[in-house]
């Protein structure tokens, strides 16, 4: 069996995508013709700009899709199972033929631009704390608003509220022996401070009828199988609800899945893979 796995936000580098953009003009010209700019020029050019949430979305989503459709050019195999991180999930939903390229870049494109709308916010990795320890230490500390937004594998979890609370408990996990490292972001994803959030992306995503999955894709917000019933409830509590990478993984390999692949720049998964795969 094979899993494809696809990576969200915090994977973009300039220069990705670019064996792929001249295989694949007349996706990249539709690209151009839903976002306004060059897909190309972003992502080879863009250095300032691809790393603005509403950039980096469009940009990672087009070049994994892209990444995908090359694959299947050039081996003809689809995967058995798909997921993606937080972002990403777009891309195992394109893949399991969901919706089409354009369809998914039109959802990504406007769920770029409301992330990026979000100020105030903050998050921070922390490392060599399972998630119920760090949940207990976050009870312990009356940390009560402060939420685990990623469950990145058994000892790394990623945490996220208000920018001034995330920056006050620093020197809380600091005294406490822990690695604290903020992260270079806007807003408290993936946590309840996304709430207005999720609601307009809720009234924007009712605008699209979807097809009921060709490949299984794994969820991020339960590590379950999407059905043709939840893919509008996913995606919008997505964003308010933590990515639970470690369960999605822990799920594949109980049914004996070994073969990852990552699809897309970067290897972070494929590294936190090995690291679930240890029970890391």
């Not at 990403?88 to 709308?117: H, I, S």
């Not at 009560?144 to 937004?149: G, R």
């Not at 290897?267 to 795969?277: F, N, Y």
Request: proline share 5%; with cysteine.
């Amino acid at each position: 069996m094979s899993t494809y796995v696809f990576p969200g936000q915090g994977s973009q580098t300039i220069g990705m995508g670019r064996e792929l953009f001249a295989e694949f003009p007349e996706l990249v010209n539709k690209a151009n013709a839903i976002l306004g700019y060059s897909i190309e020029a972003l992502c080879l050019e863009g250095q300032e700009q691809l790393n603005l949430t509403n950039f980096t979305q469009p940009a990672l989503y087009v070049v994994n899709a892209l990444s995908y459709l090359k694959i299947l050019k050039d081996t003809g195999k689809k995967p058995d199972y798909v997921a993606g991180h937080s972002l990403g999930e777009y891309n195992a939903l394109f893949a399991a033929e969901v919706f089409d390229f354009e369809t998914g870049l039109k959802l990504v494109q406007e769920r770029g631009k409301l992330m990026g709308q979000a100020e105030g916010g903050g998050m921070a990795a922390v490392i060599g704390q399972s998630g119920d320890q760090l949940q207990t230490f976050l009870d312990q500390n009356n940390l009560l608003n402060i939420s685990i937004a990623n469950f990145n594998c058994h000892t790394q979890t990623v945490i996220s509220g208000a920018k001034d609370n995330i920056d006050a408990a620093k020197s809380i996990f600091e005294t406490a022996k822990m690695f604290f490292i903020p992260l270079k972001v806007s807003g408290a994803f993936h946590s309840p401070y996304m709430q207005p959030i999720q609601q307009q992306f809720s009234d924007f995503i009712q605008g699209f009828t979807f097809n009921t999955p060709k490949i299984p894709v794994i969820a991020n917000v339960n590590a379950a199988p999407y059905s043709p019933h939840n893919i509008a409830s996913n995606l919008t509590n997505q964003l308010v609800q933590p990515v639970q990478w470690t369960k999605t993984i822990d799920y594949l390999l109980s049914k004996y899945e070994t073969n990852f692949e990552e699809v897309g720049p970067g290897k972070v998964l494929t590294s936190l893979i090995r690291r679930i795969q240890k029970g890391q």
